[in-house]
């Protein structure tokens, strides 16, 4: 029996004028069949051969997980970082050698993480722009693939941002049938001063809002099996094979950077899957995990997978990464072995009146692309500056939401805007990956209170939650639960401490007296006695009004920021308890081990409670209000 044969076509697209390429085609075609073999236009336009005659370098610059990070915010200062990149691409383009092309590309996950997010709305009546994109095109950027985080305002607000702000071509070959003209392609062959160039991008379908209300079509498709069946159709044709991976690297780690997330189909298998299936120069640029892989240049061991060099430049913009590859013109191969490397941006820091700090670099003019900022950043500020102003609510003041209260509060006992935030989070998780989550938490160093009474906008919401934190969900028992709630109560401070300014203590630039904060359905007492640590007790702990003694074994959801499930209140090597059956010491980092990052931003997801739960009112009927759920006993 033959097996099922599918046509690609190539439609020619207008590339970047600022880019890279002179050329370049959208591939099309269904991607059911077993086999897929490449059309090649027969006008002539496209050669169907290797035309370069002498060896020629390929550079690729790329990005990954900028999460609308324009600029670094920061309370000691800001960081221009998009200013940065355009420094380090500028600097790249302007002093490439004369048979050399250089490739601007992002793996993904460009929206989604700081107010920025604002410019993109909530559909397409309210979309401004995409920040991140607007930039990119300004800045020559070539190619791009879509994220599970661009996906997150829906495939109509994805449609906008391509179709008005994206002049590079937005790929995805596994996110298809959309019932929306979303723009994208599946990949794209382009030719710069005659190299021939395929990219294929691939976005993580586990992550992802696929199948909404609004687009019920939009589906998934195995990565591996997309990227083999592309990777074999193209390869002929192309001098050079680039693939867009958003689906997260899954290898060995620098000794310096944690695993934090389990990916089953990530870079690994991609590499594995395409290196039988072509033998010309192969790259994978990834996405969606944060690791900075090639601080120290490619690691052969780890990140040479059969001879495919896999890249990832961290997160937030902090590095520009770059790969170079050289190319012989026959037969297609690399001369010498690929190279990468990250350049660093974010290093120096835009002190801020009244908080000098000599142990932060200042940023210097050089350190970035001034004209670049003043053309096409700053207007990008100012286009933000209309969205911060805008109402979202009415507060409905009370002493206890105070700035002046909640900065006592938060480390001596039970918080009003604590409990509305945990609240609104436990409300909002209907909609959460995975499902609702039965309790949520968070940290005493990240709360601010508001001294409004009346209309607030983004703005002044922005002061409450300037950190962009995201939202993870940890399975815990009932016994995990007893210990972290009782192991909490040794962090919270007495306000004679606070107000002797002894507290909060800071070890390694973290607040170590980080008391955390919980939702409605978990009440409990906090007994002191004195002023030693070792003379507080917990008591009278419920889970949804039944005592905890009794769920010892149940298992709960609960979301916690991902300032705490990385660890950053220090609470690394902090010992919750210690297993009556091993001996084991079980640390809060070990509780958390099994956490589930949502790619929800948690400040998103407050506002959205706001507009849509909340009708718009922060205040005590809205749950922003002590209601007991800390009874706090002093003793002398």
């Given at each position: 029996m033959r097996k099922a044969r599918g046509n690609l076509t190539m439609q020619a697209l207008t590339p970047n004028p600022l880019g890279a390429f002179d050329k370049l085609y959208a591939l099309s075609g269904t991607l059911h069949p077993t086999r897929l073999e490449l059309c090649i236009p027969e006008d002539g336009s496209y050669p169907p051969t290797n035309t370069i005659t002498i060896p020629r370098l390929l550079t690729l610059l790329h990005v990954n997980d900028l999460h609308n990070t324009i600029t670094d915010h920061h309370i000691k200062g800001d960081v221009h970082v998009l200013g940065q990149i355009a420094a380090k691409v500028n600097n790249a383009r302007r002093n490439r050698s004369p048979h050399e092309s250089v490739l601007f590309l992002s793996a993904g996950d460009d929206h989604i993480g700081t107010i920025y997010d604002e410019l993109l709305g909530a559909n397409a009546a309210e979309f401004k722009m995409s920040a991140p994109w607007t930039a990119y095109s300004a800045l020559g950027m070539d190619a791009a693939v879509i994220g599970n985080h661009e996906l997150d305002k829906g495939a109509v607000v994805l449609r906008e941002a391509i179709r008005r702000n994206a002049a590079f071509p937005v790929l995805s070959a596994n996110v298809v049938h959309s019932a929306l003209d979303m723009g994208t392609h599946p990949a794209v062959i382009g030719l710069s001063?005659?190299?021939?160039?395929?990219?294929?991008?691939?976005?993580?379908?586990?992550?992802?809002?696929?199948e909404t209300e609004k687009d019920p079509a939009l589906q998934g498709l195995d990565p591996l099996h997309t990227v083999a069946k592309l990777a074999q159709a193209i390869s002929p044709h192309v001098d050079?094979?680039?693939?867009?991976?958003?689906?997260?690297?899954?290898?060995?780690?620098?000794?310096?950077?944690?695993?934090?997330?389990?990916?089953?189909?990530?870079d690994v298998q991609v590499a594995r899957t395409i290196a039988s299936l072509t033998d010309k120069p192969c790259v994978l640029l990834s996405g969606h995990t944060h690791y900075a892989l090639n601080r120290t240049g490619l690691d052969a061991?780890?990140?040479?997978?059969?001879?495919?060099?896999?890249?990832?430049?961290?997160?937030?913009?902090?590095f520009v990464g770059k790969v170079t590859l050289h190319i012989h013109p026959r037969p297609h191969r690399a001369t010498a072995a690929p190279r990468a490397e990250l350049l660093s941006t974010m290093s120096r820091r835009i002190i801020h009146p009244g908080h000098a700090d000599h142990n932060l670099p200042l940023e210097q003019?050089?350190?970035?692309?001034?004209?670049?900022?003043?053309?096409?950043?700053?207007?990008?500020?100012r286009e933000l500056d209309h969205v911060m102003h805008q109402t979202i609510g009415i507060i409905v003041s009370s002493p206890d939401l105070s700035d002046a209260a909640t900065v006592t509060d938060r480390y001596c006992g039970e918080s009003a805007i604590a409990n509305f935030m945990n609240d609104a989070i436990v409300a909002r998780s209907t909609n959460f990956p995975g499902g609702a989550v039965d309790f949520a938490a968070f940290n005493a160093s990240g709360l601010r209170g508001i001294d409004i009474d009346g209309p607030f906008c983004f703005h002044d919401w922005y002061a409450v939650m300037p950190w962009a934190d995201e939202i993870v969900i940890v399975n815990l028992t009932g016994a995990d639960l007893r210990h972290i709630i009782s192991r909490n109560a040794a962090h919270i401070t007495r306000k004679s401490e606070l107000a002797a300014h002894t507290v909060p203590p800071v070890t390694n630039g973290f607040h170590v007296s980080g008391f955390l904060h919980f939702s409605a359905g978990i009440r409990y007492a906090i007994r002191m006695r004195g002023a030693a640590k070792q003379n507080i007790s917990v008591h009278d702990i419920t889970l949804g009004k039944v005592p905890i003694d009794r769920l010892l074994d149940n298992t709960y959801r609960m979301a916690f920021p991902s300032y705490i499930a990385n660890g950053r209140e220090n609470r690394d090597n902090d010992t919750c308890y210690r297993d009556?059956?091993?001996?084991?010491?079980?640390?809060?980092?070990?509780?958390?081990?099994?956490?589930?990052?949502?790619?929800?931003m948690y400040r998103n997801e407050i506002i959205a409670y706001i507009r849509n739960r909340a009708g718009g009112v922060v205040g005590a009927s809205t749950g922003a209000k002590k209601d007991g759920r800390l009874h706090l006993a002093c003793e002398k």
């Open positions: 001063d005659g190299l021939r160039i395929g990219i294929i991008g691939l976005t993580t379908i586990v992550d992802a809002y696929l050079a094979l680039v693939i867009l991976n958003h689906l997260g690297y899954n290898g060995e780690l620098p000794p310096d950077q944690p695993q934090r997330y389990r990916i089953e189909q990530g061991d780890k990140h040479l997978i059969e001879g495919i060099p896999i890249a990832q430049a961290g997160h937030f913009g902090e003019p050089d350190d970035y692309d001034q004209d670049f900022q003043r053309s096409v950043l700053d207007p990008l500020h009556a059956d091993t001996g084991v010491e079980i640390t809060f980092a070990s509780l958390l081990a099994s956490q589930k990052t949502t790619g929800l």
